[in-house]
């Protein structure tokens, strides 16, 4: 280094300071964030939600919940209480190839008599599925809710604020984002219900 360049390091040592330090910081936590993309590998495993979803009308006259049973994932329905509220719950399937969720469909009655037994109803896409009844995957991903706050400081002072649930997938500081469905996305937080293995016959 020459003379000069060296004087002028030591005159401005406090003006390279305050000007690098951030953006080392600023490059540490970038790091940090990536690095797990690098070794951690992504899901492995599909994974069953419970969402909820938007009131319908006419409202339904039952609640609905989920659970896994022999090996199987199924919809227990009873009969509403009379002036009783329900959160309409559907099941979501998070496909790790993809990273695609997607509604899976069940029959739901609309009503059942107060006096009717609970229904056990299955979930005909899952019909052939390995189901693994566990909260953290076999790979090690958990799911995760989270709440952002929005639309910021300008949102805040004209009345804008608002809630946004988010789900992901975590694995050693690897995030998965959720894209839920649109009608699920500003609801209860998500809950998982099962992780699914390969299909029987290796078909999906």
Known sequence: MSPDARRFVRDNLFLLA????????VGFFLMA????RWTVAGPAFDAVLRVGGPYEQ?????TVDYRVRN????????PLPENGYSQPYRLVLFEHDTLNARELQVDIPDRMEPDEPPRTIPVPDLASRQV??????PDGYELRNDTQHGPGLFGDLFGMHR????????NRGRV???A?????????????????GPASGGQR
């Open 18 to 25: 305050a000007v690098l330090l951030p953006l080392v910081v």
């Open 33 to 36: 964030a990536i690095y797990p």
């Open 58 to 62: 006419p409202p339904m006259k039952v």
């Open 71 to 78: 090996g199987h994932i199924e919809a227990v329905v009873r």
């Open 132 to 137: 693994i009844d566990q909260v953290r995957a």
């Open 163 to 170: 809630y946004d649930q988010t789900a992901s997938l975590i």
């Open 176 to 178: 998965v984002p959720i």
């Open 180 to 196: 839920l469905p649109s009608r699920y996305q500003y609801y209860t937080p998500v809950t998982i219900v099962a992780w699914l």
